[in-house]
């Protein structure tokens, strides 16, 4: 009979190999669709397409690209209820979806309001003002204001699936609102929405409008699969998200959610997390009301 024993070293290197070129190829890939963003490496393509990755991927990433942490979400628009998730729009039913007092807000933008894809050059403009205008109501954020320079330079960038959508006054032409948009695989992220703050006032409601338009056309038109306004907030410093929800028929898309530190800042989360609650710094709060979503304690 034949000895199948000797070969069994064989069979498992073998089999070890085609495991670790898979683990090689994935890391490649994950090294990839991971980007550093404000201290952090995150997933940069659609948040439905993110897998968890395994431990070794995860310390890999952080060492690749010099970051303090790595945000990994995965199992998207999960049914069971997390403490992490996507704020998400994936059906548009039009005017008649709307309650009443927030189609009177629409139809009211729409009248004051030209709401439409803009180009760069109007946003090159015009598109600064607005920004930093935008900072004028935000009393706890880590975000600061960047300067013009930067503000255009960032503009002169070439970044895929870009776009970017405005809201213009019919009677002077100022661009009073805008949002930058990213659509890929699919879907199309409302990455940011900003608006000067004296129109926020008054009656005009330019988000009612733009928010509209967008789903409307990505959704109704464009077909996407849905639209997204990024995931919970860690420092909770607008209230859009909560308005998306309650006015515009947006929902909360659970995810799971890990995160993995360099090892000095895993010893700082461990010493202040019980401690949470009390630490004045604002970026160290938001560090910490993540690991406290990833724990599910909020």
Known sequence: MFDFSQYRCYFSLIKEAILGSKELNYRLMASKDYVYYKKGIIFSKAPHKEHQLTKIIRLNLLKEQKGWFLRNTYDFDSKEATSFWFIIKDTFGGMEALSRRTRNKVRHALKFFEIREISVELMR????????????????????????????????QQKEGREFWGVIDKTNGTLVAYSENYCKEQMCEYFMLKARTSYLRGGYYPFYGLLYKMDEYYLALVKMRYVSAGSRSATEHSNIQPFLISILGFRKAYTKLSLTYTPWLKWIISVLYPMRQHIPNLQMQALLRLEAMSRGDI
Not at 126 to 149: C, L, M, N, P
């Open 125 to 156: 403009e015009q598109g600064y003002d607005v920004y930093w205008d935008s900072f004028q109501r935000y009393f706890h954020t880590t975000d600061t204001v960047a300067s013009r320079s930067f503000f255009l330079a960032e503009l002169n």
